[in-house]
């Protein structure tokens, strides 16, 4: 069974704050990805790593920043958090052999 | 682009079968994947086609055609619990396993 886990699950937070979300597998997962949902939409790849020290930006343009130092750990940092961030984030591990497993994520409300 | 085309809303009755369909586009495909998603919830893991023919897996069945970029998800004896958002998502050559999303079918179960 998947083991990944985010926090928080969920957060509120005021225009300017700088918050990071965490994100930790312990399956030995290379590879890992955020997505961000929004409410009865599709699921929009913004970041992924490979492995360690390895990020790439995903297909939806986002203000966020990424770091995988370990492999076990993927968290997702915005520097000053605006309305516009409001979503659901979901971060989610696989590899090569096996099928993404996506975290409970966190349900970011900026105020 | 990369569209994938599912239905946004089904509705059926308990014990009932329901058929969810979806298109992709053929350029460069590699794999599909549905997904099950409850409200408020992380995506799981239902099924993987990456051959023509029918996958099945208790309750649940996948189709694929690779040649006419078309799947399906089969649910038989419908369950209340069974009623989420049905993902569907395809990995294209290249991608590295990342999966673009499909838009969702919302199904409702009715007693």
């Known amino acids: 069974e998947a083991d990944i886990y985010q926090t928080p699950r969920y957060l509120v937070i005021g225009t300017g704050k700088k918050i990071t979300l965490e994100c930790s597998q312990t399956?030995?997962?290379?590879?890992m990805y955020w997505y961000q949902q929004d409410p009865g939409m599709e699921l929009h790849l913004i970041h992924y790593?490979?492995?360690?020290?390895?990020?790439e930006k995903g297909d939806l343009s986002s203000e966020s920043t990424v770091s995988r130092i370990r492999t076990e750990h993927f968290p997702l940092t915005l520097e000053s958090a605006r309305p516009s961030h409001t979503s659901q984030y979901l971060c989610a591990s696989s590899t090569i052999y096996s099928p993404l497993h996506f975290g409970n994520g966190t349900r970011l409300t900026v105020t | 682009g990369q569209n994938i085309d599912q239905p946004t809303e089904m509705t059926a009755t308990e014990g009932a079968i329901v058929q969810i369909n979806c298109t992709y586009q053929?350029?460069?495909?590699?794999?599909l994947f549905w997904y099950q998603q409850h409200a408020g919830e992380a995506p799981t893991f239902l099924s993987y086609?990456?051959?023509?023919g029918l996958e099945e897996k208790g309750r649940f069945s996948s189709f694929l055609s690779r040649s006419k970029g078309y799947s399906y998800l089969l649910l038989k004896e419908l369950q209340m619990k069974d009623s989420a958002s049905y993902l569907c998502a395809v990995t294209f050559v290249g991608s590295a396993r990342q999966l673009t999303f499909g838009s969702g079918t919302q199904l409702t179960v009715l007693p």
């Open positions: 399956m030995g997962h290379d590879k």
């Open positions: 790593s490979y492995g360690v020290n390895s990020t």
């Open positions: 086609n990456v051959l023509d």
């Open positions: 053929t350029s460069g495909f590699n794999g």
